[in-house]
């Protein structure tokens, strides 16, 4: 009996107790790496967009109940920092778990799943610019987001307890005083880091933000490696990433997510343009088809070798090395896999990953065919397609069309070059094979890389060799978000 009171307290207790969060999902002109480049939003890219029948949700996971939806249980608020939301979880399990991971700090940052509506890109600043939102699907609290500037914090319900007393002024005080910083982003961590590589002793600072960073257990998801295995820098990734993508054809075109892996992510495709309207006509609703995608954790492994004069090198000149080495073999890896990878224990490509028809297939590497293709794909994907080809296609085969006077079709007078075809950029990438081409919009191919890249170090070959082993393990996965964004050009049988 004593035990059914008890449990009957709890339950009004919780009742009257309502589980409030806030914080900000997406932020206006902060920068976020995004692999290769920067990418912000515009402060007004949210004007117009409907924030109705929003969905608040963990990980991006739509399979279960949200734990909010706009505007009944999630409120939304433009401001000009960005877009602030605060929301009342439901008095479940789920709703309490959340709540109190909250609470405590363990999860801090937000991301929201959209449509692009237009955009701005500085190729030499390698920056994007997102202009217009064309939709937003939902919103999620996340272990990792792309823009860390965004947060998510538990209210003291007894302050304030109903929905229309958010104040997006208290929560930016809010904001600045809870934050959790990132803990591989650290220059005592990135100190750290190194000089565990190299056997050097630490400093108290570097053992204590080593310590930080490893109490994470992100290093826990390299399950091949041994305890030893340490995550690299934040910053030290970023500059793999975008030494990587301005060395390699695809890979730099391709998008790139860092999203759990085996988590459904939700992608937009393409919509209708707006219809015109007769006053009083009833309106058809239009429903926004959206593809989801799910990345494995496929394990990506680098063996390097040095000598054991390693331990002599200042610690910028082996950050660099090491940059080096893991740039050219995970680029070189992934961007193979792109093209022609099996699926089997690697990345998903797209010559190998789409089923070719009639339907996305022409035959013959001619002007024709290459017009031919344009054709094919669908208007949606269009904006932003290009054509891909390995070298020996584009000077071996492209260039050398002539039209029935004998002059060459695709050239530049003023630069000397051909950079478009038919008005569409060309991405040289020497995995495809000669004779294949390639169009289509390639940010409908994904690559995710959830976790980073895990290095430890081994001297067990020093005492015979001299050497010293370094393991890198990169988890990744890559496939075709929409096959339909793609078409492929073949040379014509002989």
């Known amino acids: ?136 699907y939902e919103i999620s609290i996340v272990n990792r987001a ?40 650290t220059p005592e961590y ?88 007769v006053e009083g006509a009833a309106v058809d609703r239009t429903n ?13 492994i680098k063996v390097l070798s040095m000598s054991a004069a390693a331990r002599r090198m200042d610690i910028a000149s082996f950050e660099s090395y090491i940059t080096q080495e893991l740039r050219s073999s995970i680029a070189d890896a992934i961007g193979a896999a792109i093209v022609e990878g099996t699926g089997n224990g690697q990345p998903t490509g797209i010559l190998s990953g789409i089923d070719w028809t009639d339907d996305n297939t022409v035959s013959g590497v001619t002007a024709d065919g290459l017009l031919a293709a344009i054709a094919l794909l669908p208007a949606g994907y269009a904006g932003g397609a290009k054509f ?7 000077f071996g085969q492209v260039y050398p069309l002539k039209d029935n006077d004998g002059r060459y079709i695709f050239t530049d007078a003023e630069s000397g070059g051909v950079r478009r075809l038919f008005g569409f950029p060309i991405v040289l990438d020497d995995n495809i094979p000669a004779g294949t081409v390639i169009f289509g919009n390639f940010r409908y191919y994904g690559v995710n890389i959830p976790q980073g890249v895990a290095v430890e170090v081994s001297r067990e070959s020093g005492f015979t060799s001299g050497l010293i082993d370094f393991r890198a393990l990169c988890i990744a996965d890559g496939k075709p978000i929409v096959p339909g964004a793609f078409v492929k050009i073949e040379a014509a049988a002989a």
Not at 1 to 13: D, F, G, I, L
Not at 258 to 274: Q, Y
Not at 388 to 394: E, F
């Open 146 to 185: 792309a823009y860390p500037q965004t947060n998510v914090q538990a209210r003291n319900a007894g302050k304030e307890n109903t929905m229309n007393n958010f104040s997006p002024i208290e929560s930016a005080v809010l904001n600045a005083a809870q934050a959790t910083p990132n803990t591989h982003a």
């Open 288 to 300: 926004v088809t959206t593809t989801a995608v799910t990345f494995s954790g496929l394990e990506l």
């Open 1 to 136: 009996m004593q035990n059914q009171t008890q449990t009957r307290a709890y339950n009004v207790r919780a009742a009257e107790k309502p589980l409030i969060v806030e914080g900000t999902a997406i932020v206006f002109d902060s920068p976020a790496e995004m692999g290769g480049y920067t990418e912000r939003i515009a402060r007004d890219a949210l004007d117009g967009v409907d924030l109705d029948n929003i969905a608040l949700l963990i990980n991006h996971d739509g399979r279960g109940i949200p734990l909010a939806k706009s505007p009944k249980t999630l409120s939304l608020t433009v401001t000009d920092t960005g877009l602030e939301m605060r929301a009342e979880l439901p008095d479940t399990e789920q709703g309490r778990s959340v709540y109190e991971a909250v609470r405590r700090g363990d999860l801090s940052e937000m991301s929201f799943a959209f449509d692009i509506g237009a955009q701005a890109y500085d190729e030499q600043a390698r920056e994007r610019t997102i202009t217009q939102i064309a939709a937003v």
């Open 388 to 394: 891909a080809m390995s070298t020996a296609t584009l």
């Open 190 to 277: 990135r100190s750290a880091f190194f000089k565990k590589l190299l056997g050097r002793e630490l400093t108290e600072s570097e053992n204590r933000a080593f310590a930080a960073a490893q109490a994470e257990k992100r290093a826990d998801s390299f399950n091949i490696l041994s305890n030893s295995a340490a995550v690299i820098p934040t910053q030290t990734l970023n500059e793999v990433v975008k030494q990587a993508r301005g060395v390699n054809g695809l890979y730099n075109e391709v998008r790139i997510f860092n999203v759990p892996s085996n988590l459904s992510v939700p992608v937009g495709t393409p919509t209708d343009a707006a219809s015109w309207h």
